[in-house]
């Protein structure tokens, strides 16, 4: 092989905050040793500042309902320049790299897919699926998070199971670390009397946030020292924000935006509460575990590969306000249980879901298949 550095594009939707680009972060900064490049196909987000500065990063600038081939061209022409030797994709919204790369003459291409959207959460969308089917033939692996997502694109999407890898997310366990547990009750500014439960993402439809709205209403008006916490920003922000005040409940939810300091507010939560519709491997459950935080998730997507329930934390059915409640209900009185919970969760993160053992997958998957194509 060359002695110089491996050349990998990754192309995403987007750089805005979310798992798939704290995922796409992640990657990048645990593999110094390759020379890699973002392509975002919107505009640039927040975590294109977390970013590394050697890393070179392209908007295409794509708009809302642009067809799909006007992009895929802009990014032929990007490739081309930036001649890598791997392309990795990610997701529907940046498919359109597939063919692109090829095109462009790239010899290895990796596709990933890191949870379903909203309009389609069961990912049944037949014209997608469809194309999906279509591109499998010039991809040489597809990623998946989670061993749902595989099940779903072999079982329900039909492609073929031998180019299908699950490489789990991973959490840096050092980051997220009940060490932090002081810092976040300040960060907080929430008393140890206080029992804080909390949720971390991007405020939209596919988290579900209006049933934990429902779900903590019930809690809340039976006790007194419980307050529930948003860390995040969306499109339904000021939706979620009136349907708090319509329940009675605006001095006790908090809504505090995109934080720099999420380690820490996820180590001063008590109970940490994922409430989505559909998942593909949240970061953010992981990051709770991680920081020893017993979580109540719904039992979608990969969520109970994460979640040992009884165990590590609680599962409970999707857009089912009484089950969360219960659950809920559990962990706020009964403090011996959010200990036992916390701690075996993050001893489940630490074993099984640590940052080197993600980073390494994918150094050998991509040196595997930039070895491959030079002995072509």
Same mark, same amino acid.
């Given at each position: 092989?060359?002695?110089?550095?491996?050349?990998?594009?990754? &192309?995403?939707?987007?750089?805005? &905050?979310? +798992?798939?680009?704290? %995922?796409?972060?992640?990657?990048?900064?645990?593999?110094?040793?390759?020379? *890699?490049?973002?392509?975002?196909?919107?505009?640039?987000? !927040?975590?294109?500042?977390?970013?590394?500065? =050697?890393?070179?990063?392209?908007?295409? %600038?794509?708009? !809302? +309902?642009?067809?799909?081939?006007?992009?895929?061209?802009?990014?032929?022409?990007?490739?081309?320049?930036?001649?890598? @030797?791997?392309?990795?994709?990610?997701?529907?919204?940046?498919?359109?790299?597939?063919?692109?790369?090829?095109?462009? +003459?790239?010899?290895?291409?990796?596709?990933?897919?890191?949870?379903?959207?909203?309009?389609?959460?069961?990912?049944?969308?037949?014209?997608?699926?469809?194309?999906?089917?279509?591109?499998?033939?010039?991809?040489?692996?597809?990623?998946?998070?989670?061993?749902?997502?595989? !099940?779903?694109?072999?079982?329900? &999407?039909?492609?073929?199971?031998?180019?299908?890898?699950?490489?789990?997310?991973?959490?840096?366990?050092?980051?997220?670390?009940?060490?932090?547990?002081?810092?976040?009750?300040?960060?907080?500014?929430?008393?140890?009397?206080?029992?804080?439960?909390?949720? &971390? %993402?991007?405020?939209?439809?596919?988290?579900?946030?209006? =049933?934990?709205?429902?779900?903590?209403?019930?809690?809340?008006?039976?006790?007194? *020292?419980?307050?529930?916490?948003?860390?995040? @920003? %969306?499109?339904?922000?000021?939706?979620?924000?009136?349907?708090?005040?319509?329940?009675?409940?605006?001095?006790?939810?908090?809504?505090?935006?995109?934080?720099?300091?999420?380690? $820490?507010?996820?180590?001063?939560?008590?109970?940490?509460?994922?409430?989505?519709?559909?998942?593909?491997?949240?970061?953010?459950?992981?990051?709770?575990?991680? $920081?020893?935080?017993?979580?109540? $998730? =719904?039992?979608?997507?990969?969520?109970?590969?994460?979640?040992?329930?009884?165990?590590?934390?609680?599962?409970?059915?999707?857009? *089912?306000?009484?089950?969360? =409640?219960?659950?809920?209900? +559990?962990?706020?009185?009964?403090?011996?249980?959010?200990?036992?919970?916390?701690?075996?969760?993050?001893?489940?993160?630490?074993?099984?879901?640590?940052?080197?053992?993600?980073?390494?997958?994918?150094?050998?998957?991509?040196?595997?298949?930039?070895?491959?194509?030079?002995?072509?």
């Amino acid at each position: 092989m060359s002695s110089r550095p491996l050349r990998i594009v990754h &192309v995403v939707p987007t750089l805005d &905050v979310g +798992g798939l680009e704290n %995922g796409l972060v992640n990657v990048v900064a645990a593999l110094p040793e390759f020379a *890699h490049a973002v392509v975002s196909i919107g505009p640039l987000g !927040a975590f294109a500042q977390r970013l590394p500065r =050697t890393v070179e990063q392209v908007t295409l %600038g794509k708009a !809302a +309902g642009e067809p799909m081939r006007l992009a895929m061209f802009r990014l032929l022409r990007v490739l081309r320049r930036l001649e890598p @030797d791997l392309v990795h994709s990610r997701n529907w919204g940046a498919i359109e790299a597939v063919p692109a790369a090829r095109l462009a +003459g790239v010899r290895a291409i990796v596709h990933s897919e890191h949870g379903r959207e909203l309009a389609d959460p069961e990912g049944l969308n037949a014209r997608r699926n469809r194309f999906r089917r279509l591109l499998a033939p010039l991809i040489d692996r597809i990623v998946t998070v989670s061993d749902d997502l595989k !099940a779903w694109l072999e079982e329900t &999407v039909k492609l073929p199971g031998a180019k299908l890898l699950v490489i789990p997310n991973g959490v840096d366990t050092e980051r997220f670390s009940p060490a932090r547990r002081l810092e976040g009750r300040q960060a907080l500014q929430v008393s140890d009397e206080t029992t804080v439960v909390g949720t &971390v %993402g991007r405020l939209n439809g596919i988290k579900d946030y209006p =049933t934990l709205l429902t779900a903590f209403a019930d809690v809340a008006r039976r006790a007194e *020292h419980v307050r529930l916490v948003f860390v995040g @920003d %969306g499109p339904q922000r000021a939706a979620l924000e009136a349907a708090a005040a319509a329940l009675g409940m605006k001095e006790r939810v908090s809504f505090l935006g995109e934080r720099t300091d999420v380690p $820490a507010l996820i180590a001063g939560l008590d109970v940490f509460v994922l409430p989505s519709i559909a998942e593909g491997m949240s970061n953010t459950l992981l990051e709770a575990m991680a $920081a020893g935080r017993p979580v109540v $998730a =719904t039992g979608v997507g990969g969520n109970p590969e994460l979640v040992e329930d009884g165990v590590t934390g609680t599962l409970v059915p999707a857009r *089912h306000p009484a089950a969360l =409640t219960k659950a809920i209900d +559990g962990y706020l009185w009964d403090a011996g249980l959010r200990t036992a919970h916390g701690e075996a969760a993050r001893a489940r993160a630490v074993m099984e879901f640590g940052l080197a053992s993600m980073a390494s997958r994918y150094r050998n998957l991509y040196r595997a298949l930039a070895a491959r194509t030079e002995a072509v």
